[in-house]
């Protein structure tokens, strides 16, 4: 963040510099010094780096809305079994801390989801821990498919630069990622239990965080004061020197479900014929064509000579499915020719499919009578003749 700011400012003063074409060696000389003091002092001022971050990021960052929505594994959570003590009153958190919109600090009532420590003594904790590094580590827990562990650091400047806070961490177990490199994204939220309010006070990064063979644990240096932790009267140790933490962690799988939704308009093969012999004898319900392809989809014609639903007895009914069973928006024309004049009649369906039949077309096409009208045309040698041209339709493909 810092970095980049600095990268914009020495650009912006190089272009400046450009325009006014000289001094150049003296304006990069005086650009460099500056961002070696300005490094110099970021390094210093670690401790409180994350606190300025924040103030950075505060005027560009987004508010934070509430209910954030978590995976709840109620049930499968082990209790962290402790009393309530209302004897202190509720010291709220000090707020001074500057939060921005990638980085929340708040108390709820829902515990940890992923996984959750209570140590009888945190005072104890902290001098056990001198043995080992000035850590402890979890067992390993599973969320989403890997193994992890949680780490927290309880004394004073440990890890180097954490100053007075509780530091805290989660590690992924490197072997799934050995034998299968790759990136896994979580979003992590460090708790611990405030026990004056009864509920959990936990520091969440709204972005998740990717880890990797190389990135394989990622944490918060600036938790919380570990100063909390010795003032009962803060509520973060409670009935004789109690305290809890835990730890949220949400595996963001990429997706494995996906289509890709488009129209295509420039039909290949538009126009199909099918020609129905010896009419007058065909006496099944519907008759259907042979598949034909139109714009690289198979369909099939479907014609009721006694006409389906409303129309039986009246009226021929007619529609153009898809021989695959596809049910998208279809543009397309039916006909029944006039075998007499060359000409014939047209209905256009748009739309989805209908709900009788799926597929595109009208169960009243066109009436009996016209059919059985030798002058009309459209029975000859007792054929009928059956069109459609298909104008357009929507395909969804996916794997
Ligand atoms: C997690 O740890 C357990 C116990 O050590 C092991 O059996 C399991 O295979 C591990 N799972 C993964 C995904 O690494
Ligand atoms: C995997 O994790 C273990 C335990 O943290 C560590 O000792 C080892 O160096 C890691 N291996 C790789 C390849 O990162
Ligand atoms: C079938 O769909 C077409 C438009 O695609 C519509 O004009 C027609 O009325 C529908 N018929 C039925 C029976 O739903
Ligand atoms: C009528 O059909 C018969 C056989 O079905 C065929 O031999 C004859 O050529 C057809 N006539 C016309 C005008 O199509």
């Not at 978590?70 to 004897?87: D, V």
């Not at 990429?254 to 093969?269: A, R």
């Amino acid at each position: 963040m810092l970095h980049t700011i600095l990268k914009k400012k020495k650009e912006k003063m190089f272009t400046e510099e450009k325009k006014k074409n000289k001094n150049y060696g003296s304006i990069f000389i005086y650009c460099f010094f500056c961002f070696v003091f300005v490094v110099e002092v970021a390094r210093f001022a670690k401790p409180y780096y994350k606190n300025l971050e924040n103030l950075v990021e505060e005027t560009e960052a987004l508010v934070v809305e509430e209910g954030f929505v978590g995976l709840e594994k109620s049930g499968i959570l082990p209790p962290c079994p402790f009393k309530r003590s209302r004897s202190a009153l509720s010291v709220p958190v000090r707020n001074h801390q500057k939060l921005s919109g990638a980085i929340r600090r708040e108390d709820r009532t829902r515990p940890p989801s992923s996984y959750c420590v209570k140590f009888t003594s945190f005072a104890t904790l902290q001098q056990l821990v001198k043995g080992n590094g000035d850590k402890w580590e979890s067992r390993p827990f599973s969320v989403g498919g890997y193994n992890w562990t949680l780490i927290i650091y309880p004394n004073e400047n440990k890890p180097q630069g954490s100053g007075g806070y509780v530091s805290m961490y989660v590690r992924i177990d490197n072997s799934t990622l050995i034998a299968n490199p790759r990136d896994v994204y979580a979003e992590i939220t460090f708790l611990t239990y405030k026990s004056t309010i009864d509920k959990y006070h936990f520091l969440q990064e709204t972005d998740a965080q990717r880890f990797h063979l190389f990135k394989q644990q990622w944490g918060q240096l600036n938790f919380l004061e570990i100063g909390y932790y010795r003032d009962p009267g803060q509520g973060f140790i409670f009935d004789g020197g109690q305290s809890v933490f835990g730890v949220d962690i949400l595996v963001s799988n990429p997706f494995e479900n996906w289509e890709v939704f488009s129209y295509e308009e420039n039909i290949l093969d538009p126009v199909f014929n099918w020609k129905l012999t010896k009419f007058s004898t065909r006496d099944l319900d519907s008759y259907s064509s042979d598949p034909f392809s139109s714009g690289g989809r198979n369909w099939v014609l479907k014609v009721y000579p006694n006409g389906v639903g409303p129309a039986t007895g009246n009226s021929l009914s007619l529609f153009l499915l898809s021989a695959s069973n596809e049910n998208g928006y279809v543009k397309a024309k039916l006909r029944v020719l006039d075998q007499i004049r060359s000409t014939h009649v047209e209905k256009q369906v748009e739309g989805w499919p209908n709900a009788t039949e799926r597929g595109w077309g009208f169960e009243k096409f066109l009436p009996l009578a016209d059919i059985k009208d030798a002058s009309k045309g459209f029975l000859v040698n007792d054929t009928l003749k059956v069109e459609v041209e298909i104008l357009s339709f929507s395909k969804s493909d996916s794997l």
